[in-house]
């Protein structure tokens, strides 16, 4: 559990030094498009997506100083084998460190951007765009990770992609529920506050 808590805090500690200078730069686009009080909702998410992105790279991309255990470090291009290892380290050695960290980890660490990216943008409302977008992150990270001491695992990308894929079922539930309050998140198409002047 303290390994959890070392990752959360340290995910904190990068997006409090880089929030003031993602609201910096976003209330300076939102300045030049024109405040307007009915996209006030949608730039809070886009602070908070943007913040689950640093939060997501500061613990994949930046370099580890600390001491690698053996088990992280390496390239694995064998599917499914974070399956059979997190299996044999639960029952044969009661060890749930690779569940949490390696499993439901890199599941939960995705959901984020499958539920933020529909959530946000008109564009992505079609689930196969949140779970590529996810799908492409995940490789991009990977890609990084392998001149890293960090592990570089092909299992990664699909539990990767099946957390954004949850992530967008988490969102459209809701939509269905509550499709007033989601709508409130989408950007107003400019248009829109021309006719309302106008009229």
């Known amino acids: 559990m303290h390994v959890i808590i070392n990752y959360l805090d340290d995910m904190l500690f990068f997006i409090g030094i880089a929030f003031p200078l993602i609201v910096i730069w976003r209330l300076l686009r939102w300045k030049k498009r024109g405040f307007q009080l009915k996209e006030t909702l949608h730039e809070l998410g886009i602070l908070v997506f943007f913040s689950v992105l640093v939060g997501l790279f500061s613990q994949t991309i930046i370099p580890n100083t600390d001491d690698v255990p053996a088990y992280t470090t390496g390239v694995n291009l064998e599917l499914f084998r974070v399956v059979e290892e997190t299996y044999n380290s639960i029952v044969y050695l009661g060890f ?3 569940f949490y960290i390696n499993f439901l980890g890199n599941i939960i660490l995705f959901m984020p951007i499958g539920f933020l990216l529909p959530l946000l943008f008109r564009r992505m409302e079609f689930f196969i765009f949140p779970v590529f977008v996810g799908l492409c992150i ?10 890293q001491s960090r592990s570089s695992d092909v299992d990664d990308l699909w539990l990767n992609t099946l957390g954004a894929f949850l992530g967008y079922v988490c969102y459209y539930f809701i939509r269905r529920a509550f499709p007033s309050f989601t709508a409130a998140f989408k950007r107003v198409k400019k248009s829109k506050f021309m006719k309302r002047e106008n009229g």
């Open 96 to 98: 749930w460190q690779p």
């Open 138 to 147: 995940s490789l991009f990270i990977e890609i990084m990770q392998i001149p």
